[in-house]
């Protein structure tokens, strides 16, 4: 007869880190059959017959204070000399999706065993979304024989936090070979070598990168016992490495993950890593990595890095974790090997959940690794004792793509904090489970977003996670030339081009080290993530030549870490945090001099519309250009499109200059903030944002320009601003990403035929916000010689509260001169700072309505000065007020009567 121990936690809400103290408060409350005398829960299973699925035992609410990652431990023992089985700790925990995730620990016995000692089992919990401030605990026996006895005094919590130090956000540097390398994809080894038809598969496949285990006495975990014995089997399997693996690679042209798949001391008798817990295997284990070391040193060309320890797993403390020992390892092998990578998995088995307590080692050149089979019961349904029947996707469950990049966002967020590069060793689902080719599918999907490398486990090792066979279940699996796993898996291999990120910036390097010089792009596709462009030096796009952005957002941080100009963190709270991911752009200058980039006819740089999902509204990307401190720099010639975000994105700058350029798409054309003595000239704008925009600025001349936008052709602010002899005409070619589908914006394409929105929504928007230090405040603003066409409205400027654009400093004159604009639909809005009233002039200006007005401005704190200003479709005054009295000087004004002031106690004001 088979015992089952639950230990069943449900949650539900927020939190933060807290480590909870043992239980005395706890109000425990007994089931029937259950008693609780003395801190201690006794359950009695004779008082139930043999085939019961009851449960016995106890049930209660423990405060959790904010607690997210923790393991819950309650010590408990057999009373009785038969009746053991299987005893289970269960736990559920409640995401905010309202899916589940499921960890368990288990431990069986023999029917007639007797359990003289107590055995102190443990079920951890990592929360995927906040916790409210109390968790339903059940302990007990379900399915019961004998008689078993909990000691609920010594239950408690434990912070997973406390087995390491605290995460200190280090970002990790990597040599230039590694930080330039573009993502590899493989999978994984089987023990013995390979054929040669095996690897000629891969390399058809296109396989870069493949992880090889070194095994022994799998699923047995009390074995590798003998360190003797297991130093002499690790000799062999280095000689079958170097002897057959590498240079078979090394002629294929794939990397080889070197994987020791199982470590000395094997397992305990709760499922953990032994050597974490007995300092002969600890020992054991860095002396194996000397010896791998000193035997593969020099390997680089061919040796992706050193994988230290397969799916380590700790659920108690110790004096040396599976964070600190892998240090040591890490540590020990850089002193013979200085140069190859070394990889880290997290703990858990390398379970995403675990990276939200891990730290990174403060060591440089770490490559992090994480296993992907959640939900576990899907992927290894049908394998022992789970059971089948899981689907993928799953509507009712909540479980879908969305579901996994959930399940991985720890570790998205651990490679975003410290700008490692990450590694997904492990992922795969059984054959036999449905939809398993989607899974697959979908998971490569969000590894290649994120720029991560893979590998699928596992290559020609067992048909039950081979894509090379078909069958309902292991024992009628038949090999299979073509399936939807297998395809799945194919078309994750048809990588697009290698980037040239590096080779393009070591040609601006080494400009820049002789003084500087012209760094030529020739014709031709040349796909690349983020350079960095130095002073002195000017990038000259030859006619047809393209630099296409890559769509992995990881590609976008190896600037941060520049040795040769190394870029200083802004202070904490800086507006200007260049740092932060949303500043990532194709091309970064930063307090660069005398720079340029420069496009023959038929040069283009293409963005691609790189995708972020944690970017601003849960989809923009990598800007075009980006620059802080620039000086003296010149932009010509070029095309830009399809930017992630804005095109050029410019702060702090000084004497910049940008001239016949094309810019299609993207957001922002040209965004400045807080620039001076800027001059724009002969652009072409088609942007699904605002075209010129930005704040703060003085000095700028924008001339010349032909302009349509799906937003504003001006959402600006600053002081001494022209501009003239402009063309602004709307709707724009390109909607505004925003309303775009989910599926578009993720994809990169601009949306179906006719969808988003194109309408051009100003001409000129007022742009000024909060938190900058901005102490001047924006004036002597002049649109001149303008001609504008199906613009929604004139003139945006609500400095009343209500725009949240226009926080920061309020604006005191602002002058259209010679201004045509024909299909007007709203009123000019004009809300002046009570402090600071506006000053807006008119002079020899043509407005034409494309519905009736009611009036021309709605407003309050303003002057209005009309002159020879002619006014179509406005059947009342030049005013509706909406705030204390307002002056109007008005010259040889016709469409409206200067006179006929409006005046309203009950208003809304209106933003756009």
């Not at 297998?486 to 400009?511: C, H, V």
């Not at 910049?656 to 965004?671: N, T």
């Not at 924006?778 to 303008?786: F, P, Q």
Request: proline letters at 5%; aromatic letters at 10%.
């Amino acid at each position: 007869m088979k015992a089952t121990c639950l230990l069943r936690t449900a949650l539900f809400g927020a939190a933060v880190c807290w480590c909870a103290k043992s239980a005395e408060a706890i109000s425990w409350t007994p089931t029937p059959g259950a008693a609780i005398k003395d801190g201690h829960l006794l359950v009695n299973a004779d008082v139930f017959g043999a085939t019961t699925n009851e449960f016995v035992g106890a049930t209660a609410r423990v405060p959790m204070r904010g607690l997210r990652d923790f393991y819950v431990a309650v010590p408990f023992s057999r009373k009785s000399a038969e009746g053991g089985g299987e005893l289970r700790l269960d736990a559920a925990v409640k995401e905010v999706s309202g899916g589940f995730h499921v960890h368990r620990g288990r431990r069986k016995q023999s029917g007639t065993a007797t359990v003289s000692d107590t055995l102190v089992t443990r079920v951890w919990c990592l929360t995927l979304g906040p916790l409210e401030d109390e968790m339903t605990v059940e302990v007990g026996i379900a399915n019961p024989a004998g008689c078993f006895d909990f000691d609920l005094s010594s239950f408690r919590i434990v912070d997973f936090r406390n087995l390491q130090p605290p995460d200190d956000d280090r970002e990790v540097s990597y040599p230039a070979s590694v930080r330039g390398m573009p993502p590899l994809r493989g999978v994984m080894l089987p023990p013995e070598p390979l054929s040669e038809d095996g690897w000629r598969t891969l390399s058809d496949w296109g396989a870069t990168l493949v992880r090889f285990q070194m095994v022994r006495n799998w699923g047995k975990p009390f074995d590798n016992r003998d360190t003797a014995e297991f130093a002499r089997w690790l000799d062999g399997k280095l000689d079958t490495l170097v002897r057959a693996v590498l240079p078979a690679a090394r002629q294929h042209g794939m990397k080889v993950c070197v994987d020791l798949h199982v470590l000395p001391g094997g397992g305990t008798r709760y499922g953990e890593t032994n050597m974490f817990f007995d300092q002969k295997y600890a020992d054991a284990f860095v002396e194996s990595w000397r010896k791998i070391a000193a035997r593969l040193r020099g390997s680089g060309d061919v040796v992706y890095g050193y994988d230290l320890c397969n799916e380590p797993n700790q659920i108690r403390p110790s004096a040396q974790s599976y964070w600190a020992l892998q240090r040591r390892a890490a540590a020990a092998i850089r002193e013979i090997d200085p140069d190859t990578t070394v990889i880290v998995e997290s703990n858990q088995w390398a379970a995403p959940d675990a990276y939200a307590y891990m730290a990174a080692l403060p060591l440089d050149n770490v490559i992090y690794q994480v296993h992907m089979y959640e939900p576990l019961l899907y992927t290894h349904q049908g394998i022992k004792e789970n059971a089948r029947g899981l689907v993928y996707p799953d509507a009712a469950k909540g479980v879908d793509k969305e579901w996994l990049r959930r399940t991985l966002r720890p570790v998205r967020d651990f490679q975003m904090r410290h700008g490692a590069r990450i590694y997904v060793g492990e992922f795969s689902a059984v054959a036999w489970a449905p939809g398993a080719a989607e899974y697959i599918r979908d998971c490569i999907s969000i590894f290649e977003e994120y720029g991560w490398d893979w590998t699928y486990h596992a290559f020609r090792e067992w048909p039950g996670w081979s894509v090379e066979h078909e069958g309902d279940d292991i024992g009628h699996m038949v090999p299979s030339a073509d399936n939807p796993r297998k395809r799945a898996l194919l078309d994750g291999f048809k990588a697009p081009k290698e980037l040239e990120t590096a080779a393009i910036q070591s040609r601006i390097d080494d400009a820049w080290r002789s003084g500087g010089g012209t760094v030529e792009v020739e014709a031709g596709v040349h796909r690349i993530g983020v350079i960095r462009l130095r002073s002195n030096v000017t990038l000259l796009l030859r006619p047809g030549a393209v630099l296409q952005a890559s769509r992995n957002l990881a590609d976008y941080d190896g600037w941060a870490n520049d040795a040769l100009e190394p870029v200083a963190r802004p202070r904490s709270g800086d507006p200007n945090d260049y740092m932060r991911n949303w500043y990532r752009a194709l091309i970064r200058l930063h307090c660069a001099t005398n720079a340029a980039i420069v496009g023959e006819p038929g040069s283009v740089i293409d963005g691609c519309n790189t995708f972020d999902p944690e970017g601003e509204e849960g989809y923009r990307g990598a800007h075009g250009i980006t620059a802080m401190y620039a000086t003296n720099c010149v932009f010509r010639g070029y095309t830009m499109r399809r930017t992630g975000n804005w095109s050029h994105h410019f702060r702090m700058g000084r004497n910049l200059r940008f001239e016949d350029l094309a810019i299609d798409a993207g957001h922002d054309g040209i965004h400045l903030r807080q620039c001076d003595s800027v001059e724009i000239s002969k652009c072409r704008f088609r942007t699904g944002d605002d075209a010129v925009a930005g704040f703060g600025n003085s000095n700028v001349h924008v001339h010349d320009c032909d302009i349509s936008s799906a937003c504003s052709a001006f959402r600006f602010g600053g002081r001494h601003v022209l501009v003239e002899n402009c063309v602004v005409h709307g709707p724009c070619d390109f909607p505004f990403r925003g309303s775009l589908s989910d599926a578009a914006k993720t994809e990169g394409g601009e949306g179906e035929l006719g969808e988003g929105r194109r309408n051009m929504l100003s001409l000129f928007t007022y742009f000024s916000m909060s938190g900058y230090g901005l102490k001047e405040n924006a004036g002597d603003i002049v649109l001149r010689n303008i001609r504008v066409s199906g613009a929604d409205r004139f003139l945006q400027y609500n400095y009343s509260g209500n725009e949240v654009w226009s926080t920061g400093v309020p604006m005191d004159g602002i002058t259209f001169e010679n201004v045509t604009a024909t299909g007007l639909k709203f009123p000019l809005c004009a809300y002046g700072d009570a402090a600071v009233p506006l000053a807006l002039s008119l002079k020899n200006c043509r407005l034409s309505f494309a519905n009736e007005q009611s009036e021309l401005v709605r407003g309050a704190n303003l002057s209005i000065d009309l002159s020879n200003v002619e006014i179509e479709g406005v059947d009342g005054g030049v005013l509706r007020n909406y705030g204390p009295k307002v002056d109007i000087k008005a010259t040889d004004v016709k469409g409206v009567k200067p006179s006929d002031c409006k005046a309203d106690e009950q208003f809304s004001v209106e933003a756009i």
